[in-house]
């Protein structure tokens, strides 16, 4: 199975875009460890350029980095931040909502578990899904198929989750069509 991750840093640049239409600045959160990111931060450039969008590439590879990393988002003023995935985002997914709710900075993530932890938004595969669709493949070959001969997976059930309240406390008006298209808004 596999997980489609960095693959949508666009769509997530698109929503935030949605939401702040006239941001001048974008910041995109990496891990310069994890090489999966190379390709990924230039597919987002890519579409950032067609969207006339400014992109500022932020790199953290320890939790001690975080703080830094949100000092310089600040002084270039990015006025929203698009977090990659990566297990150190993912396992500090509370320490990074906190620090865009202190420094009331707009963020969307790859899980709905940053949003459920106090960030603004997600967009990602659905962990259920992905989860039920393991299940499944275990079941298959507990019933005798090989596993060479299952095919690779990819999910196919994403997932929009908005949290309100950190919108609220950002002084953020989400758009009615941005609410609509959520599969999840936390209240």
């Given amino acids: 199975m596999t997980v489609i991750t960095n693959t ?33 931060t230039r597919e987002l450039n890519d579409a950032a350029r067609k969207l006339g969008q400014e992109v500022l590439i932020l790199p953290a590879s320890v939790e001690a980095d975080f703080e830094i990393t949100f000092a ?7 006025s929203a931040l698009v977090v990659s995935d990566d297990a150190l985002f993912t396992n500090r997914r509370d320490v990074l909502a906190a620090l865009a709710a202190r420094h009331a900075v707009p963020a969307i993530y790859g899980r709905r578990e940053f949003a459920s932890a106090g960030g603004l ?5 659905s962990t259920l899904d992905q989860y039920y669709q393991s299940g499944v493949y275990v079941g298959r070959i507990l019933r005798g198929t ?12 994403f997932e929009l989750v908005i949290n309100l309240k950190t919108a609220k406390a950002l002084g953020l008006d989400v758009p009615a069509p941005l609410l609509a298209r959520a599969d999840e808004v936390i209240e």
């Fill in 8 to 40: 949508l840093w666009p769509k997530r640049l698109e929503l935030l875009r949605e939401l702040l239409p006239t941001t001048p600045l974008i910041a995109l959160l990496v891990n310069p460890t994890n090489l999966a990111h190379l390709s990924a």
């Fill in 72 to 78: 310089a988002l600040v002084e270039k003023r990015a």
């Fill in 121 to 125: 938004m997600s967009y990602g595969a």
């Fill in 146 to 157: 090989k596993p060479a001969d299952l095919p690779f997976l990819q999910p196919t059930k």
